[in-house]
């Protein structure tokens, strides 16, 4: 049976249904938004809009640049490499697998005084604490103190979850590879004599992995016995109920494993140690001098051809030693200064021309 086209069915949508039928179209809904009558602005670009613009942001971006880069500078900051790879290095004898412990200890000067609260950093280089299989090595209910996962630890720790028959403690790879070495510094005066430097310990890690997400396992006043049943990561010298002394910095709440446990993103990388603080107004933290570093050097990186080091630094109201934010806002400004002032130049030049061939005209 043939059917009779009419435009009119094609414009509403189709012909009519049967009496009682649902009338099928594809007609969007009669509403502003499906038939694109929303109200738009659209801005006319012209000279007079675009160029002040640029300008705005060249001497807007160029102080703040200047500032923030004069700031950075402003930052004290030594770095002290230790890993010993060179034969003249202090540190070289510990690469050695039979000298253990090795204690080492590297002369150093500072120029000019520390001033303030100063951090001291190691820094690791080549190592890929980004890896996805590395990331994920890890338990975080374990580490939270979940009595079951404390025993039964997350499959993803594998090939570090369990050792001799027990559970690891913390297991995975990123507890297993903590790094594990000792600074100490000291201050060595006109008579030579080493005094040692206070490192605050404690206050090194954030709030919310110290409160939060890091906890022991509940139990009573023996740390120890509350991680009854499980053993150490095999590359650690001891079990993590005894990483500290102070039983507000033992266990999963150790300041320096929690540091350890947020990886970094790059392969080379720092991660706070300890902190001086400043005592006095009227003195220095760090006076100006001779000090030494004495090392107990346990964590090995010449495997991988990694270099370790230590870092002395201040900090100020942007934080760290970051040149490279002032030169970011330096560049942009002036660049975007530097387009003004060429299409003010272009927009004059063309605009005259555009004027005189109209009076030609």
């Known amino acids: 049976m043939a059917m009779n086209y009419n435009a009119k069915d094609e414009v509403d949508g189709g012909p009519p249904c049967a009496p009682g039928g649902t009338a099928k179209t594809r007609r969007p809904d009669n509403t502003a938004f499906k038939q694109q009558r929303l109200p738009a602005w659209q801005p006319i670009l012209t000279a007079g809009t675009v160029l002040p613009i640029f300008f705005i942001i060249g001497l807007i971006f160029i102080p703040i640049g200047i500032g923030i880069f004069v700031t950075s500078n402003n930052i004290r900051e030594i770095e002290i490499d230790y890993t010993g790879t060179e034969p003249s290095s202090p540190c070289n004898k510990c690469l050695s697998p039979d000298v253990t412990p090795c204690i080492c200890t590297v002369n150093f000067t500072l120029e000019k005084s520390f001033e303030g609260n100063v951090f001291m950093y ?188 230590m870092i002395l630094s201040t900090i100020s109201w942007m934080g760290g030693k970051n040149p490279f934010l002032g030169i970011a806002y330096i560049a942009v400004g002036s660049i975007s200064f530097l387009l003004g002032v060429v299409l003010l130049v272009i927009n004059h030049k063309y605009r005259n021309s555009s004027n005189t061939a109209d009076i030609t005209i």
């Open 122 to 309: 190691y820094g690791l280089s080549n190592f890929y604490q980004n890896h996805r299989r590395y990331v994920k090595s890890r338990d975080d209910s374990q580490l939270n103190g979940d009595s079951s996962a404390l025993l039964n630890p997350s499959k993803e720790c594998e090939p570090y979850r369990r050792n001799e028959d027990k559970p690891i403690a913390p297991c995975g790879a990123i507890a297993n590879s903590m790094f594990n070495d000792t600074l100490e510094l000291f201050l060595i005066g006109n008579d030579s004599y080493p005094v040692p430097i206070a490192l605050k310990k404690k206050g090194i890690a954030w709030w919310t992995d110290k409160n939060v997400k890091f906890r022991n396992p509940p139990g009573g006043d023996n740390l120890e016995e509350r991680f009854k049943g499980t053993t150490k990561p095999v590359n650690w010298l001891k079990p993590v109920y005894m990483l500290d002394s102070d039983p507000d910095n033992n266990g999963f709440i150790n300041e320096d494993f929690i540091v350890w446990m947020r990886t970094a993103a790059l392969p080379t990388f720092r991660k706070l140690y300890r902190l001086i603080e400043r005592k006095s107004d009227l003195h220095p933290t760090l006076p100006a001098g001779r000090y030494s570093l004495n090392i107990t050097y346990n964590y090995p990186v010449h495997y991988f051809d990694g270099r370790k080091r």
